[in-house]
């Protein structure tokens, strides 16, 4: 089951009830987000559609959700703060789809690709690595 952990599209309660009803191994994080991801507030375009975002929430201008500006690494962060563990989180965000479309990355292991990020004790991204070679660092 696919889940934005935005806890705009989902409320906490629902994410909760997922997860307890699926199990983590069952749940795989999406994000729906936009080009405006990680941009100010304002106004953009989703294609041919005006969208605003405000507080990080991206609307039509009749008020529909038109997407999200959510990033993996934030929809972590907010399944650990309503109290999902933080194992079952990652696993969630890098092992399910990698097994879903039979890849060989999402976990650490011999033959599959070294691609993986470091973050902090706060779970704020410090390092990308793609292939195995540092990508980002922040």
């Known amino acids: 089951m696919e889940l934005i952990c935005d806890l705009i599209h989902l409320s ?4 909760k009830l997922t997860y307890k009803l699926k199990g983590a191994e ?3 994080l999406i994000s729906d987000s936009i080009a405006a991801t ?4 304002g106004e953009y375009s989703l294609g041919s559609l005006r969208v605003k975002v405000e507080n990080g929430i991206c609307r039509l201008t009749d008020g ?35 097994k879903l479309f039979s890849l060989k990355c999402g976990a650490i292991k011999e033959g599959f690709s070294a691609d993986f990020i470091l973050m902090d004790e ?15 660092k922040a």
């Open 122 to 136: 706060n779970l704020n991204v410090k390092e990308v690595y793609a292939k195995g070679e540092l990508v980002y």
């Open 26 to 28: 069952n749940i795989i």
């Open 38 to 41: 990680d941009l100010c507030d």
């Open 12 to 15: 906490p309660e629902i994410v």
């Open 64 to 98: 529909t959700i038109a997407g999200s500006t959510l990033t993996i690494d934030k929809a972590i962060k907010n399944l650990v703060k309503i109290g999902i563990k933080l194992e079952d989180a990652l696993m969630a965000a890098t092992y399910n789809p990698s």
